[in-house]
């Protein structure tokens, strides 16, 4: 689920890191939930991994982010999950 270099790039040519600087504070706020929900079940040794999963069924209901991608016509799933794997990665360092 790691954030691969061929996933970023796609990220940046689809502008969702654009959009994941223009949002910053709801992302950021969205991730703190996901960590702070996965903490409780696995403890201490959270790691960037066990957050995506958490975090992609509140990108899925999101209106900010249905609503972009939707107006660039990407509508594969894989979306939710990139974008959620993008946002533990820049934001890992705040969450612990």
């Known amino acids: 689920m790691a954030l691969s270099l061929n996933k970023l790039k796609r990220l940046g040519d689809a502008s969702l890191t654009e ?14 939930d996901a960590y702070g929900y996965t903490k409780k079940f696995i403890g201490a040794d959270v790691r960037p991994d066990d957050v995506v999963p958490t ?3 509140a990108l899925e209901v999101s209106d900010r982010l249905r609503t972009y991608l939707a107006g660039r016509k990407l509508t594969q799933n894989y979306w939710y999950t990139w974008f959620a794997e993008l946002i533990v990665d820049r934001l890992w360092a705040d969450l612990h």
């Not at 959009?19 to 703190?32: I, N």
């Open 19 to 32: 959009l994941f600087e223009e949002d910053r504070k709801l992302w950021t706020a969205m991730v703190k």
């Open 55 to 57: 975090l992609v069924p």
